[in-house]
């Protein structure tokens, strides 16, 4: 059973930096993609940014140039520093990595159970 597992979320202070991380649980696995989404209670879920299992990154408009994702295959983790955080960042952060298997043939996402983080004005 894979299972996401989100840390570093919290309260800071605008202009400030936070590093959100994200790690699969469980084995026999391969994950394709892995991105991070927010959302704001009763607001459809973003996208934030992606990396591709070969490191190609894409970001949101209004993230590029202060966040930066990466990942490790090798501990099936990904995070994500974000620098100069404004209030209008302030969402539920969410991790999706896209996970496959071969024997038994399985293919689907899986996400965090959200992490919080706040900037305060």
């Known amino acids: 059973q894979v299972q996401l597992v989100e840390s570093g979320g919290g309260l800071v202070q605008a202009g400030g930096s936070m590093r959100l991380s994200c790690a699969a649980s469980?084995?026999?696995?391969?994950?394709?993609?892995m991105a991070w989404f927010r959302q704001t209670p009763g607001k459809k879920r973003d996208l934030v940014a992606e990396?591709?299992?070969?490191?190609?990154?894409t970001y949101a408009d209004s993230v590029k140039g202060r966040f930066t994702i990466s990942r490790d295959n090798a501990k099936n983790t990904m995070s994500m520093q974000m620098s100069r955080l404004q209030p209008e960042d302030t969402d539920v952060y969410y991790c999706?990595?896209?996970?496959?298997?071969?024997?038994?043939?399985?293919?689907?996402?899986?996400w965090g159970p959200g992490t919080q983080v706040t900037v305060s004005s």
């Open positions: 469980g084995s026999n696995f391969i994950i394709d993609d």
């Open positions: 999706r990595f896209a996970i496959r298997r071969l024997l038994p043939p399985m293919s689907r996402d899986y």
């Open positions: 990396i591709t299992r070969d490191g190609i990154t």
